[in-house]
């Protein structure tokens, strides 16, 4: 019993870990005069956008920029996850 509680203190310290690492990887996503900033942690950091940009096009284009940034961070999490060799002891 001891041993599993181990484990998940283990497994706990090393996605605390990865979090702070994350937490200092950033991803950008600009289109059309629209610019966000998401952090690894998933958190918009910054979103601006030009003075000339309609609500229509804003409306249109900001699902699609926080997808893409989305889908970039996923993409940074799995890469460094690979890097520090995953969780081990997770199966």
Do not use: C, H
């Not at 937490?23 to 289109?31: A, D, F, K, L």
């Not at 940034?69 to 460094?80: E, G, T």
């Amino acid at each position: 019993m001891f041993n599993k509680l181990k484990q998940v203190k283990n497994l706990r310290s090393q996605a605390k870990q990865m979090q702070n690492v994350l937490g200092q990887e950033s991803v950008t996503t600009e289109r059309n005069g629209i610019k966000m900033v998401m952090n690894g942690n998933m958190e918009v950091t910054e979103f601006t956008a030009e003075d000339n940009i309609s609500k229509e096009a804003l409306i249109q284009l900001t699902p699609d920029i926080v997808n893409n940034s989305i889908k970039n961070v996923q993409k940074i999490m799995a890469r460094k996850m690979q890097e520090m060799g995953g969780f081990p002891g997770l199966s």
